[in-house]
Each structure stands twice: as structure tokens, then as C-alpha cells.
């Protein structure tokens, strides 16, 4: 599975401000706000979070197509 110009400006988004990256992905949800507290406790949660949910996104969408 192939990046897209929309990944690669989600991901760099992400890096730079982590809730702003979950936003584009989940919307404004509890994910959004559990997203804020661990980037104010430290950037590294907040990214890893956003990682996780990617991932778990990314797998869903393959499997539906599977």
C-alpha cells in the first residue's frame, strides 16, 4: 500500500503538532482530547498516540478491502 500526497502531509502535520494530526484522522473526540493531555505531559506520548491510532486505521481500511 502506497503513500499519498494526503499521507505524507498528515504525517509531517503530526510531527510537528500531534492533537492537529488525531484531528484529521478521528475528528473531535475523547481520542482528540486523551491526544492533548499526552502531548502537555510530553511529546513523545502525544506522537505515540497518534502513531497507534494510525496504524490501527490503516489496518482497518486493508482489511475491509481484503
Known sequence: MAFTTSDICKIIVAV????????????CTCDLLINIGLTCLGFIPGISKLFMLSL???RCIHHSFI
Do not use: A
Request: aromatic share 14%.
Open 16 to 27: 510537528i503538532l500531534p492533537p492537529l494530526g488525531v484531528f484529521f484522522e478521528r475528528g
Open 56 to 58: 490501527l486505521i490503516i
